[in-house]
Each structure stands twice: as C-alpha cells, then as structure tokens.
C-alpha cells in the first residue's frame, strides 16, 4: 500500500454564544479535516483544531509531497521524517536532501498541526487495514470509557452563578465530573462560581477546575487554598505558560489539589520533563493540537511507567481509543457538556462514536470509527 495523496478540509462556523477562558475569546470554531489516499482504496480521516488554517492546510500540502508513495502503515517513519523539517539538519538548507528546507520557527505550531492531522488519517488507515478499530489494535477490549463534561465558560454579562446552572444540567444528563474555567475573575467572583457549581451539582460528583494559566506561583498557592474546601479533583494549566516544570513542583508542594497539564505542549519531550518533576497526577495531550495520536501514545506509555494517570484534551471520538487500550492507567476522555461549543465535530461526522451517560461509546467498525457528512463539509468549509 502507498500514500497517493492529501486532501485538506478547512471548515469553520462562527458560534451562536461567544464566550471567554481566562486567556482569550472564543467567537468560532475551527476544525481542518485531513483525508489520507492510498493506492488501494484504503482512505484515512485526521482532524487538527488550530490556525492559521490556511498556513495548517499549506505546510500539510508540502507534507503531502515528501510522504507521497511511502507505505501509510509505518507511521513513525513518517512522523519522523517530517518532524525533521522542523529543525536545521546535515544536508537540510537548500532542500539537498530531499526534503524542504528547514521550516520557518514561526511555523512550528502549524507544522506540528499538520503533522498531527496527517498522523491521525495514517492510524485511520492502519485500523482499517487490519479491520479492527483502533482501540483494538492497541490491545483495549473497553467500547465504554469514562469521559467528564467541560463548559462554565465566561460569557459577558452572564450572573456568576450562571455556571451552576449549566453543570447541573450536564449531571442530570448523566456525567459524573464537570469541569470549569477560572482565572480570569478575581479570588471572590471565582470562589462565588466555584461555590455555586459545588452546591448545585452535589458532594458525588468530581469537580475540576480549568485555569488556563493565569497565575504566578504564590498567587496560585493562595488560590489553591481558598478552593480547595470545595473537594476540587485538580487544578489544571494553573501557572503561567512560561513557567516550567521546577515552578510546578514548588507549586505541587504546597498544593492541597492535584494538578493537570499538558495540553499546550508540543512534543513529547517537554511533556516528559514535567511527567519527570513529579509535580504531575494527570497529564493532558491533544492528538488534534499538536503532533497526532503517536505522539500522544509515547506520552501515554511514559505516563504509564510514572504512575501519571493519561487524561486526553478534546476529541474524545478519537481519544478515547487510547484511554480504552490504557486502562486503569487513564482517568478518562474530555467531552464539551454543550455542543454549542464544538458544533464542527457534532455534524462533521454521520457515524462515531457517541457520548451518553458520562462515557464515550466507541463503536466496532475499522480505525476511528468515523464516516464523514459530506454536505456538511462543503456547507461550512471555509
């Protein structure tokens, strides 16, 4: 089998509610879909979240070229191979060796989206090769895993306790643990949502928190403290995006709260010195954001092996693969209570896997399980 070619979907849809995390508004939503050919009919489905997408779609278009007659099924030959354009190389600059030239370093988001959308469409392909999904493949037997409903995003004008509302209702329809955003408020407003949403949703449900990295250290300690009489399962993304893994462990010592990170790292290799500090009890990853599900499944392995339970960002049509195959290893997949939010992956697919009674259901049929709306495609592709 050989890769014939790489057609890429942009689509977008603006969202009837815009809303707010504690670093930036969110007023669309944006998903590119990449369509993996081969010779022998055999066609894969990656979806990447990001942008620009017209930058995503062109270095994934170049991506096509280098990887174009190689086999679809030996995955990290071809992870590797176009990992390599992101750095200088022996014989790289002018594209001696076969390759483009060194990409740009304000690319590397973008190409590391690229390269995760291709990935995905190449595990697509290995699942339906073998005729098993791709939880199977990698040696889970769970079809149900257990998933949590994000929201309690900030919406102007909206009252504070607005957002016990909005978890309630993802309880009633059966999620055991809700998650919302904090950080952009100050202490009481957010101590005043946090209240609210504990009340509203009972003592029998986990409850996290969502920060988006607005804190400093001792500011973070503070926080920490003043909510941790709300029986909060963790703290996630709580320090600054510069702050690295040495600032986590200071913050983990004094913690009462377990923290979660992970979902802004790019690679494996910075994940793994924040699995390493020990300042970790969850790490989160986005096979959709950045670098595709191999990358994520080394993540997961070295989790494994460090006792760091595996918590996918998003798309859990497509993560909660890897949190069947992983097991007790996994605390679970993240699902948008509201599919306001993410209404691209609601209609983008006729036939995946479903969320219904706080698990993801994935369903038996080859790879990801996924089978695309085409009408929908062409009605918002952007």
Known sequence: ?????????????????????????????????????????????????????????????????????MDPLAHVEIWERLFSTLSPRPGGLGGWDGLPPPLPRGQRPQAMAAIG?????????????????????????RRSVFTYATGGYYIEDAPLTSVAEEMSRYVEMGYRAVKIKTGALGLEDELTRIRAV?????????????????????????????????????????LHWHLQP???????????????????????????????????????????????????????????????LIAPHTAPHIHGHLVSAFGDAAFGAESHGSHDRHPLQEHLYKNAAVVRDGLVHLNDDPGFGVEIDWTYVEKVRS
């Open 117 to 141: 959308g291709i990935d995905i469409a190449l595990w697509d392909i290995k699942g339906k090769a073998a005729g098993l999904p791709v939880y199977k493949l990698l040696g889970g037997s």
């Open 246 to 308: 040495a600032d986590y462990v200071r913050l983990a010592n004094a913690s009462p709260i377990p923290l979660a990170h992970g979902e802004r790292e790019w690679t494996r290799f910075t994940i793994r010195d924040f699995i390493d500090s020990g300042a970790l009890k969850y790490v989160q990853f986005d096979s959709t954001r950045h670098a595709g599900f191999t990358e994520s499944l080394r993540i997961a392995h070295l989790a494994e092996q460090k006792g760091v």
């Open 198 to 238: 504990r009340d509203a949703i009972g003592l029998d449900t986990l409850f996290m928190l969502d920060m988006n990295a607005p804190y400093g250290v001792e500011d973070c300690i503070a926080f920490a403290n003043a909510v941790a009489p709300y029986d909060i399962l963790w703290l996630e993304e709580p």
């Open 1 to 69: 089998m050989k890769i014939t070619q790489i057609k890429l979907h942009p689509i977008k849809v603006s969202l009837q509610q815009p809303s707010w995390t504690a670093h930036e508004i969110g007023k669309d939503a944006t998903l590119t879909l990449f369509e993996v050919q081969t010779d022998e009919g055999v066609t894969g489905f990656g979806e990447v979240q990001g942008g620009p997408q017209t930058t995503i779609c062109e270095l994934a278009a170049l991506f096509g070229q280098c990887i174009e007659g």
